[in-house]
């Protein structure tokens, strides 16, 4: 009742925005839309939805925080799931659950940060390539053919190898393997549109360079990257986990999901539970994030195939 | 064509000049003194000098690429600065394995890839397309270390189906060595001992680097097979009466080929990188094995080798890729 309210200033403020969003909105409600007619893409939404839930509230969910940074109890270890310990203990005792839980809410920093670093270094290149063209153009293409060039964990072991181990190396070493495949994506997509006629018509109307690429460049790059970044927040916590397995990423005890499993393996066969649960985290979140992806490229980015 | 060839030759030399670049500078940022490392802990200063010395490791970054790059263009990838061994050396011991694995893998997962791509866009939206697309979707989620250990746990520890790990067992002996891949050189010797043990070893490993390759080669040629039995030259053909197998299998499928063949040449590289993660679950004597060996311990000229010598596959499979679009596009041409 009080939405139709004009007097109500807070209201009439909403209703403006909402409005002047008009179109903006019609189009998230289709892509909401379309989204949910696809059984895999609701899939992908939910196993994404748990994974940021239990990211966000993993530390009030768990039931002993002391096991994540390293807490002993050997009168516990190694013990198989049961009530208390939902998914058994490790070989020092701690609650494979409770790590597992806040291995979530590092992995969900793990693939943001790479993903920002990569979209930081790889868009403005992209943009700048397919803009400017000419000599810069094949500059940074050349650049960034060399680093698709090399099989990408066998690059992020060798910078990982370079830097030493641990965690914060291994996301460095990931975000430099990941910018080029951003700017293939951009420099692609900017090529084809500085053509369009509407920003024929932005620059005949003297509209700046940096006018042209914030406000006509950027905004219709921007579906691209969302579907790439969504499928590469799966592929980034997965590589990270591949290199915390090898032991050049993520140091014990952190609670990552790869270190775990590394740890894992050496009690197998007898104490399966320790290298299984993680595993199962990450095959449900990178599943999720894929699912998701697959989804909204299907209905952002509907000419893109791979 | 021959053209072509060679100027896709001229531009992987340059792009594995600007390769050794990338992989020297990222060798030289390392935050410790390599010299040190290798000295130990206990080492006096002089003992570290005339580790600097031997490594050229005092002389400017410039000078050092240049010798490096001398270096390689002889085939010389410098010595290993733990084991002092020469990385050449090393890496010749440990190439066919990795090798014999990645052709296994890759010859798996396009036959399969492609058989079950067809079965699911023909049988649409039976049990065969929806097992099909749901091993299509998972395959590429599935950490690959991780399915390893599992089918070790299951297969190999419990049921005993396979050995869990290694390329033979300990009791046999390697095969007289002609191509260096067990399995040929089993079969060409005759020695049916080595093939079936050389067989049950590789089976594992190279299903579980297979996985994602053989799930994307699926998923496209999926997708592009429906796509193109929908298209007019289909329907001609049928009205022409040629056989339903006949226009899957030949007319078809050369066209929905097309794209997989960009998906094999990519999924390539991601197979090249996975020989890490699994010839480190199977304990695989391949140069995957030997990269994390040596990174783990910043022993940098391994790495750098096997970065180099895995990245000139890479675009020597590219190159292969892009020469078969024209094998099975006539239309495509060269310039």
């Not at chain 1, 002993?64 to 940074?69: A, L, N, R, S």
């Not at chain 1, 203990?89 to 659950?97: A, F, L």
């Not at chain 2, 020989?275 to 679950?281: F, N, Q």
């Amino acid at each position: 009742m009080n939405s139709t309210n004009p007097t109500n200033p807070i209201n009439s403020t909403w209703t403006r925005w909402k409005r002047e969003r008009e179109s903006q909105i019609r189009s998230l409600k289709l892509t909401v839309y379309t989204l949910s007619r696809s059984p895999l893409s609701v899939i992908g939404f939910c196993f994404v939805l748990v994974f940021l839930v239990i990211a966000l509230i993993g530390p009030w969910i768990i039931t002993y925080p002391g096991d994540i940074k390293g807490a002993i109890h050997m009168d516990q270890k190694l013990r198989p799931p049961s009530p208390s310990h939902p998914f058994g203990t490790d070989e020092v005792g701690r609650d494979i659950y409770s790590r597992v839980i806040i291995g979530t809410g590092l992995s969900l920093q793990i693939g943001l940060i790479i993903i920002f670093v990569a979209m930081g270094i790889g868009v403005p290149l992209g943009i700048i390539a397919g803009y400017f063209g000419g000599w810069v153009n094949e500059f940074i293409m050349r650049i960034t053919d060399i680093f698709l060039s090399i099989p990408g964990l066998l690059l992020a072991l060798a910078i990982v190898g370079a830097l030493g181990p641990g965690i914060k190396n291994a996301m460095l070493a990931l975000s430099i393997v990941w910018w080029p495949g951003y700017v293939r994506l951009v420099q692609g997509k900017t090529l084809s549109l500085r053509e369009e006629s509407f920003v024929e018509a932005a620059k005949s109307i003297g509209a700046s360079k940096l006018r042209i690429v914030f406000n006509h460049i950027l905004p219709n790059c921007t579906s691209p990257i969302i579907v790439k970044a969504s499928m590469d927040m799966g592929m980034a916590i997965l590589f990270a986990a591949n290199l915390g397995f090898i032991g050049v990423g993520a140091q014990p005890p952190i609670p990552e999901w790869g270190a775990m499993i590394s740890t894992g393996r050496n009690y197998l066969p007898d104490h399966w539970w320790m290298a299984t649960f993680p595993g199962l985290a990450i095959l449900i979140t990178v599943l999720g994030f894929n699912l998701l992806g697959d989804g909204l490229r299907d209905v952002l980015d509907p000419q893109s195939r791979i | 064509m021959k053209r072509y060839i060679l100027k896709r030759l001229l531009s992987i030399a340059i792009t594995l000049i600007g390769l050794s670049i990338v992989v020297f500078a990222v060798s030289r940022i390392a935050p410790g003194d390599p010299a040190k490392l290798a000295a130990g802990p206990d080492a006096t200063e002089e003992m570290v000098q005339v580790i600097r010395k031997e490594f050229r490791l005092d002389q400017p970054l410039v000078i050092q690429y240049v010798s490096y790059m001398r270096g390689l263009l002889k085939g010389n990838f410098g010595r290993s600065i733990r084991t002092r061994h020469q990385v050449w050396e090393d890496i010749k011991l440990f190439l066919p394995a990795t090798f014999e694995l990645v052709f296994v893998s890759i010859s798996f997962a396009i036959i399969f890839g492609i058989l079950f791509g067809v079965l699911s866009a023909v049988y649409r939206d039976t049990w065969i397309d929806h097992s099909a697309r749901f091993f299509s979707v998972t395959g590429v989620a599935i950490p690959m270390f991780w399915l390893g250990i599992m089918l070790q746990l299951l297969l190999a520890a419990r049921f005993h189906l396979f050995p869990i790990g290694g390329r033979l067992d300990t009791m046999i002996n390697s095969p007289i060595s002609i191509t260096r891949f067990f399995l040929v050189d089993g079969l060409i010797t005759g020695n049916w001992v080595v093939f079936k043990n050389a067989l049950s070893h590789i089976i594992l490993p190279a299903f579980v680097l297979s996985f994602p390759a053989l799930a994307s080669i699926t998923r496209i040629n999926r997708a592009e097979m429906l796509e193109v039995l929908h298209k007019d030259f289909v329907l001609n053909e049928k009205a022409q009466g040629i056989s339903e197998r006949l226009i899957i299998a030949k007319y078809a499928l050369k066209n929905a080929l097309i794209p997989t063949l960009t998906m094999i040449g990519l999924r390539y590289g991601w197979m090249l990188g996975g020989t890490i993660l699994v010839e480190t679950v199977f304990d695989w004597p391949g140069i995957g094995y030997y990269a994390v060996a040596a990174a783990v311990y910043s022993d940098f000229q391994p790495v750098m080798a096997v970065t180099v010598i895995l990245g000139l596959n890479f675009m020597l499979a590219n190159l292969l890729v892009d020469m078969g679009y024209g094998f099975l596009d006539p239309r495509v041409r060269y310039e």
